[in-house]
């Protein structure tokens, strides 16, 4: 299959890029910006659960630390023992800019399965000619929309666990599609340990390792209509079981003798249940929360987080054929409703929309779309500061980008399951003798 032209002097320059900004970090200092660094992601949190760690004291002992206690032994000694005259997460952000472009090299390869797949699904319904129809450049296009997106560039650079998220999810997505079952229950049991909502893509990787790779839905075939397969789904939840053991096993190790799994579970998935930290971010529960009736709070706190699963069933049942494309929707629903979300989920969406490119080629709204997110990540930084810093503003003008931005998700999901529902109705439209 050819390559996009320059495809690696691109990845190349864009790992460069994150050198440079490395090595010579200016005064960025992206690692105090609500919008990139969460309660939840933090390395500054992060260096805090880990100095008390150090001082035989729990890490959640404070109201600092709130994520995985396998983060501390892996990042700690690299915020701590640093070289003099570097920056104090210099070796955090070289550690990412890896786990950026392995990210970036996963997502090319799930682009080229699902071009396989597509062009396969093309010559049995006898579409072969229709070039339009398949991208077969869509998983290099995917990979340096991530490596290349500003959102991403800012996650790698600011002091946050976020692109380590991102690669998890990543991880679990190429697994099943390549139908490792090991390693789709890694990355699976991984994301979800590290930021819980990840949890409900185990319908899209049931689906990928039953089904098999996005294909048009099957009633437009006459033959060759691969029935489901339940040997890969059942090595997946074996695996993930042992993987699940193997995690809380060393979260146990890690925090014997300074707090316990339960500890954990309740400074970790508590704390994102029942949204605690009411700090600034660029989603729309912490101002929601803030100016609720603590009476009411409860009740607020199950319909947002019901509010996730209640989408999960009729959009699996929907788009059951495309596992691949209803993992991209189920990445997007969660950054719009998680409770600290940043813009290193929408770095994560935004790639992975990449892999659908001639799917969605006749998607509306792309114009407004594209300058609404920049308009956003502009405005979003002005409003904080004139709130925070110079006092001429107030709660409500930064929360009036959040409240775009979700604005923004919404109109995204919309229109790109439209899109591919009208891909759909086409491909019928044209296999139809």
Not at 60 to 67: E, K, L, P
Not at 176 to 196: D, N, Q
Not at 226 to 240: D, L, N
Not at 247 to 273: A, H
């Amino acid at each position: 299959m050819p390559e996009l032209r320059r495809y690696w002097p691109m990845v190349a320059a864009a790992v460069v890029f994150r050198l440079a900004l490395v090595f010579f970090p200016g005064d960025l200092n992206l690692g105090s910006r609500p919008e990139v660094a969460t309660p939840l992601s933090s390395l500054r949190r992060l260096a805090e659960g880990y100095w008390l760690k150090q001082t035989s004291l729990s890490p959640y002992a404070g109201s600092m630390y709130h994520g995985s206690p396998l983060l501390l032994p892996v990042l700690g000694p690299l915020i701590v023992n640093r070289t003099e005259g570097r920056p104090m997460y210099f070796y955090c952000s070289l550690l990412f800019v890896i786990v950026d472009f392995i990210s970036a090299i996963l997502i090319r390869a799930i682009g080229q399965k699902l071009f396989v797949s597509n062009r396969q699904s093309m010559n049995s319904l006898k579409l072969s000619g229709k070039t339009k129809l398949v991208n077969e450049n869509a998983g290099d296009v995917a990979s340096l929309i991530y490596l290349w997106n500003p959102l991403t560039i800012v996650t790698c650079l600011g002091s946050c666990t976020t692109p380590i998220d991102n690669f998890m999810v990543i991880l679990t997505i190429y697994g099943a599609c390549s139908c490792i079952a090991p390693l789709a229950a890694f990355g699976y049991v991984m994301a979800t340990h590290l930021s819980l909502y990840p949890a409900i893509l185990i319908v899209p990787v049931i689906l990928l390792l039953g089904h098999g790779l996005d294909a048009p839905p099957s009633k437009l075939f006459t033959r060759n209509t691969r029935s489901f397969s339940w040997k890969p789904v059942i090595y997946f939840i074996i695996w993930a079981e042992i993987w699940t053991c193997y995690v809380l096993l060393l979260c146990s190790i890690s925090l014997k003798g300074v707090g316990g799994l339960n500890e954990m579970f309740k400074k970790t998935y508590g704390f994102i249940l029942t949204v605690e930290d009411l700090t600034p971010n660029i989603g729309v529960l912490w101002y929601f929360f803030a100016e609720v009736f603590e009476f009411f709070r409860d009740f607020f706190l199950i319909v947002f987080h019901v509010n996730i699963l209640f989408m999960v069933l009729p959009l699996a049942i929907r788009l059951k054929h495309r596992p691949c494309f209803l993992a991209f929707v189920y990445v997007a629903i969660v950054a719009m409703l998680k409770s600290y979300p940043s813009v290193g989920d929408s770095a994560l969406y935004l790639g992975l929309l990449g892999l659908f490119a001639s799917e969605l080629a006749d998607m509306q709204f792309s114009f407004f779309l594209f300058f609404g997110y920049i308009g956003v990540t502009l405005l979003s930084p002005v409003m904080h500061n004139l709130w925070i810093w110079r006092g001429t503003g107030n709660a409500n003008f930064y929360f009036a980008t959040g409240l775009a931005y979700a604005c923004l998700q919404t109109v995204l999901v919309v229109e790109s399951v439209s899109s591919m529902l009208k891909h759909d109705r086409m491909l019928k439209k044209l296999a139809s003798p």
